[in-house]
């Protein structure tokens, strides 16, 4: 079992050095064209092969890991904090500000957050930098994210708000804001760093199906899902079996997530 | 008092999911147009007729009320994409997804389970490994290219949703049985002897019936949601793709419609595992 997690690790750490490294290691820019070389074979210039309209596969998947994995995290750590602001509001006693909580994570589990992802699409002009629309879509799926955590984080206070030091130290008069930041943070601490380690994978496939679905990260900019797209396309998988590589590479990426331990097995 | 408080909770929740559908795609861009305006075919007094439709749908507050009130009746309006009523279109579509969605969920929790049970009932760590390992790779392919591999290879596409919700279930099915099978009363029916079969069904099944069924209710959900790609991109004519397809369209009854039972279908989770939980 330790191999495995040391293996994980390690693709893990690969992988990330592949996506800070990208300008180093690409070849080439992952918008250049080559208009000679449409759809061209796996070569030692083309070492995946190029796209239909001739870029460059290889320099399009290294720019991309950089894409998925600088991102999926900041739009986990987005989604924590949001969860975090907004469940801290049931810590307080009122029956109805607690009920509201539930309700509002609720609706926002049940709204249907594709269309937000096709209003951002739609909304965004057609000149905006890679750097700003690649940002808004993970923002976005943060925003988007926050109810998931929210729930856990809801559940774990009001399993909080009745304890024996919670009523200590009401009792006392400490303030509600001390009570949160002294009392309650170190018991949530280790729950927002678990939730956060999975919404970090969650996120990294949603953008995938996102991309398949074309409203993930807008073309030139890769991403691993949008290059994904290729697999809707049974014969260029079969002309080109490397079109695939985004797919290993995302697969490997989520299995070493999985396989990482958590943090109490790390202290034990 | 807790199931009368439930409900109200419950109804306020889908009144106001909907509610929230509607303004979504009220307020997003393109909603104003319609591309029949462009219509040779049509004469200036229908263009202007469609016009005056769409301004009454353009003030949400009113169309939502005047909706839901059509809605109490089992009238949920008329689709500007497909001109047909949009109870029609549920209803011919309905029986698909749920196929889609009955089948792979109850095929992903069926796996699930014999998965789990693999981990938790020799408790050898290689078998354990080997379930954990299985799940985490159906975890790690998005359900969109399981679907679309599927899709290619002709196989049944509730088999690709069961696999999708596999791995989202793998660990609380495994939870729970882990709990269930170190219990002291599973343990001494073990050591009597007793077989494997009543086992399942006397101390697994109706022990954590409660914790069962709120699986299968978070489960449905879970697959309902993988309806809508799939759906989507494999050309299936079901509740998913006209969900797709009335996003792109920005058709307001269809979408309003969807938000009202998909808010209905999570709420109602919800509910029941907040009475389930309390009646224990």
């Known amino acids: 079992m330790i ?19 990208a300008p180093m290691i690409a070849p080439y820019p992952y918008n250049r064209q080559f208009r000679d070389f449409p759809g061209a074979a796996p070569s030692r210039a083309f070492p995946m092969g190029a796209d239909e309209i001739g870029r460059d596969r290889f320099s399009r998947l290294v720019w991309a890991t950089r894409v998925s994995v600088a991102l999926a995290p900041a739009a986990a750590l987005t989604s924590v904090a949001l969860g975090l602001a907004i469940s801290a509001l049931s810590g307080f006693r009122s029956r109805v500000v607690r009920r509201g909580v539930e309700s509002l994570t609720t609706i926002c589990l049940s709204l249907p957050w594709i269309f937000l992802f096709l209003v951002l699409r739609a909304e965004l002009p057609l000149n905006t930098g ?35 030091w919670m009523l200590q130290a009401r009792a006392a008069g400490v303030s509600n804001l001390r009570i949160a930041a002294v009392y309650a943070w170190p018991h949530i601490r280790s729950l927002a760093a678990a939730q956060f380690r999975v919404l970090i994978p969650a996120y990294i496939l949603s953008e995938a199906s996102l991309g398949l679905l074309g409203l993930g990260v807008p073309d030139p900019l890769p991403s691993w899902g949008n290059l ?41 | 008092m807790r199931v009368v408080s439930s409900l109200i909770n419950l109804a306020f929740v889908v009144l106001a999911g909907g509610f929230a559908a509607a303004a979504l795609v009220r307020f997003s861009p393109g909603f104003d147009v319609d591309e029949n305006s462009w219509n040779p075919r049509l004469t200036a007094s229908t263009i202007e007729a469609m016009h005056r439709a769409r301004q009454v749908e353009a003030e949400l507050p009113k169309f939502y009320l005047r909706y839901l009130r059509g809605a109490l009746h089992g009238d949920f309006g008329a689709s500007e994409a497909y001109r047909q009523p949009v109870s029609e279109l549920f209803r011919e579509r309905a029986p698909v997804t749920a196929r889609l969605v009955v089948f792979g969920t109850a095929g992903g929790l069926a796996l699930g389970a014999l998965l789990a049970w693999v981990a938790v009932w020799p408790r050898r760590a290689f078998p354990e490994l080997i379930a954990a390992s299985a799940s985490g790779a159906l975890l790690a392919i998005p359900p969109a290219v399981l679907a679309l591999a599927f899709f290619f290879w002709q196989a049944p596409l509730s088999l690709a949703v069961a696999l999708a919700v596999l791995p989202r279930v793998f660990g609380t099915i495994r939870s729970v049985l ?26 697994v099944l109706r022990a954590g019936l409660p914790q069962w069924l709120a699986l299968a209710g978070v489960a449905l959900i879970l697959a309902f949601g993988l309806a809508v790609p799939i759906e989507a991109l494999c050309d299936v004519p079901g509740i998913g793709q006209l969900a797709w397809k009335a996003a792109l369209a920005r058709d307001l009854p269809v979408l309003c419609a969807l938000g009202l039972i998909v808010t209905f279908l999570v709420a109602s989770v919800q509910s029941i595992g907040e009475i389930v939980g309390a009646a224990r």
């Open chain 2, 178 to 203: 882990g709990d269930l099978y170190s219990s002291p009363e599973l343990l001494a029916a073990r050591a009597r002897g007793v077989g494997a079969t009543r086992i399942a069904l006397r101390y």
């Open chain 1, 3 to 21: 191999f495995v997690r040391r293996a994980a690790v390690t693709a893990l750490v690969a992988i990330t050095l592949l996506g800070l490294l």
């Open chain 1, 130 to 164: 890679p750097a700003a629309s690649v940002a808004l879509t993970f923002g976005l799926m943060g925003i988007a994210g926050w109810a998931w955590p929210a729930r856990v984080f809801t559940a774990a206070i009001a399993g909080m708000i009745d304890s024996g």
């Open chain 1, 228 to 268: 994904l797209r290729d697999l809707q396309q049974p014969e260029v998988v079969k002309a080109n079996p490397w079109v695939l590589a985004p797919l290993a590479l995302l697969m490997i990426a989520m299995v070493s997530l999985e396989l990482l331990p958590s943090r109490p097995e790390r202290a034990i």
